[in-house]
């Protein structure tokens, strides 16, 4: 897959700008790469048209090429999507005692997960945490709660046969408080479809101890599967985050990105094991290198910034080879002198210039001089800043006058353009190519 796409990003770097049809070109094989990601055919096709309009708006940046940056677009443009509001590992847990609730498909890794939360929450956090299993139909779930919770380090309640869902929920909720607890999380049993019954428990328990997060877990394999959980648990129940699990398998991620898409709740936490510490916060920009199957996509896009400023600094140098260091250029370095702290900082910070340093003292270049000559360069009409040359003796009089200065402030200036001109034909010719780059990179 990677392959195939560096084959048309490859085609598009042969063409000079991003027309219409590059950028359908390129997106028609990011849409493969999505729904091979296992993002859901109705969240590609909404993504792509998303990506599409604002790749074709945006202008055509000389220096990368059009494959690369309909790369930066999509990769920006995922990041986006994924990314939810505030902070992922976040939840809203003050005011103790706080429910947390998990819900999901039996097998999602709803018990695991409650586990690994519990254990960062009491950990990283230090929250007294209280965990309670809410599977009446399986006792062996309930025993899996207490084992993990005794592994971690953290309360579980005890089990007590014949009650309902609901009364367990009541139960963790009364010793959350009267035990001083923090946070009680709700460990809710999962059928392996969704059904009218386990909905109906949910929300009944949902009701008695009005959760302050409602966290689903999915498993990060499923792709569409995920996305019609996600609307029904939404629907139903309604959620505040979502934990993605087993993204330490195959899984491209795309579920990620549908679930976002479908619901808007925020991705919060990714399983990235088996064990107790594999609980990742959610980072979009790992998923979204992920979804598009290469990490190297990222790199690429770093690479096209890097190849413009190295192209900023060819296009300078191409210039002063030729000679073309005319008094606009001038300005413009003597402005981004006044910026950069003056001559003295500008040629310290330049390799083996040290040495040119004195010279430029002699010359009487210092800082103070600036805004003079700056002045000076203004007063010139166009033709002549573009061509000093063609400046005779009472032109020189209106333009020193102009400036509030002297003619030999004038001639100064005019003697410094030479050597300036001088010396910048020499660093062009003398490997300073390599030094300048250096520098801007
Ligand atoms: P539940 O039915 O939703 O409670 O699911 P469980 O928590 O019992 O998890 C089912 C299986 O998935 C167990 O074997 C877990 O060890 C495994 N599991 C859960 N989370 C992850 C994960 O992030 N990565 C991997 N590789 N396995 C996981
Ligand atoms: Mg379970």
Redesign the pocket.
């Known amino acids: 897959l990677s392959e195939r796409l560096g084959g048309v990003f490859d085609r598009l770097t042969k063409q000079g700008a991003l027309s219409e049809e590059d950028v359908k070109t390129a997106l028609r094989e990011v849409r493969v790469a999505l729904l091979e990601a296992d993002v859901s055919l109705p969240v590609a096709r909404e993504f792509i048209k998303k990506v599409q309009s604002k790749a074709t708006g945006s202008a055509v940046t000389k220096s990368i090429t059009p494959g690369q940056q309909v790369v930066k677009i999509v990769h920006d443009a995922l990041i986006d999507t994924l990314r939810g509001e505030g902070e992922p590992g976040d939840l809203k847990i003050d005011n103790p005692p706080a429910a947390i609730l998990m819900v999901?498909?039996?097998?999602?890794?709803?018990?695991?997960?409650t586990g690994k939360l519990a254990k960062r929450l009491a950990g990283r956090e230090g929250k007294k945490v209280l965990m309670a299993s809410l599977d009446i139909y399986r006792p062996a779930?309930m025993e899996?709660l207490a084992i993990l919770g005794a592994q971690v380090g953290v309360d579980t309640l005890p089990i007590v046969a014949g009650e309902t869902a609901v009364q367990i929920a009541k139960r963790a909720k009364q010793q959350a408080t009267l035990g001083g607890y923090d946070v009680y999380m709700l460990?809710t049993a999962?059928r392996l479809q969704i059904d009218e019954t386990l909905m109906q428990e949910v929300e009944d328990v949902r009701d008695a101890v009005e959760p302050r997060e409602t966290l689903l877990?999915v498993d990060g394999l499923t792709g569409q599967v995920a996305v019609e959980v996600a609307e029904e648990f939404d629907g139903k129940i309604g959620i505040s985050g979502v934990v993605l699990?087993?993204?330490?398998?195959d899984g491209r991620g795309g579920a990620a990105l549908s679930m976002r898409a479908v619901t808007g709740k925020p991705i919060k936490f990714v399983?990235?094991?088996?064990k107790m510490d594999?609980l990742e916060t959610f980072e979009p920009e790992r998923i979204a290198g992920r979804i598009l199957g290469m990490g190297d996509i990222v790199a690429l896009v770093e690479k096209a910034q890097e190849t413009l400023e190295a192209e900023q600094a060819e296009r300078m140098m191409r210039r002063l080879q030729k000679g073309m260091f005319n008094m606009n250029d001038l300005r413009s370095q003597l402005e981004q002198m006044q910026k950069m702290g003056g001559m003295q900082g500008l040629m310290g910070m330049m390799p083996g210039m040290a040495k040119m340093k004195g010279k430029i003292d002699q010359a009487g270049l210092d800082d103070s001089l600036l805004k003079r000559q700056i002045a000076l360069i203004n007063s010139m009409t166009k033709k002549e800043r573009a061509n000093p040359a063609l400046l005779q003796a009472s032109r020189k009089k209106r333009i020193a006058a102009g400036a509030g200065l002297e003619v030999s402030d004038l001639n100064k200036l005019l003697k410094q353009h030479r050597q300036m001109s001088d010396m910048m034909k020499k660093i062009g010719k003398k490997g300073g190519l390599g030094a300048l780059k250096g520098m801007l990179g």
């Open positions: 999901g498909l039996q097998g999602s890794g709803k018990t695991t997960t779930a899996q460990d999962g877990v699990t087993r993204m330490d398998g399983g990235s094991g088996e594999a």
